[in-house]
Nanobody, 133 residues
Framework: QVQLMESGGGLVQPGGSLRLSCAAS????????IGWFRQAPGKVLEGVSC????????????YYADSVKGRFTMSRDDAKNTVYLQLNSLKPEDTAQYFC??????????????????????WGQGTQVTVSS
């Protein structure tokens, strides 16, 4: 079954760190543009970080939302067919449900993050990140 599975969320104090994982099944992640998105209660879905596919011609280019630049780092392990999001210097406003999504129709990570993939893309079930003292 084609699916994405996130893990790694939890409760952390302000200034702390977490690493989120997104494992893909039944498809090759590197051939898809991949993104991390988050949604806080009462707020719209926000593109956090997106990476273009190796087949897009954009050479795995990375996009980060201004709100996370310098604090979050996205990476991909092709051997494990998994993408990661390292969250450092966490703030209470980072509290949200975090989702990963994959869609081969996007050639640009920036476009994917800004436009937000449709429901027909491959979406994970989400993992909760709570930043609180």
């Amino acid at each position: 079954q084609v699916q994405l599975m996130e893990s790694g969320g939890g409760l952390v104090q302000p200034g702390g760190s977490l690493r989120l994982s997104c494992a893909a099944s039944e498809f090759t992640l590197e051939t898809y543009t991949i993104g991390w998105f988050r949604q806080a209660p009462g707020k719209v879905l926000e593109g956090v970080s997106c990476m273009s596919s190796i087949t897009s011609g954009s050479d795995n280019s990375l996009y980060y939302a201004d709100s996370v630049k310098g604090r979050f780092t996205m990476s991909r392990d092709d051997a494990k067919n998994t993408v990661y999001l390292q969250l450092n210097s966490l703030k209470p406003e980072d509290t949200a449900q975090y989702f990963c999504a994959a869609d081969a129709r996007f050639s640009s990570g920036q476009t994917m993050c800004v436009m937000t993939p449709p429901r027909s893309s491959i979406w994970g079930q989400g993992t909760q990140v709570t930043v609180s003292s």
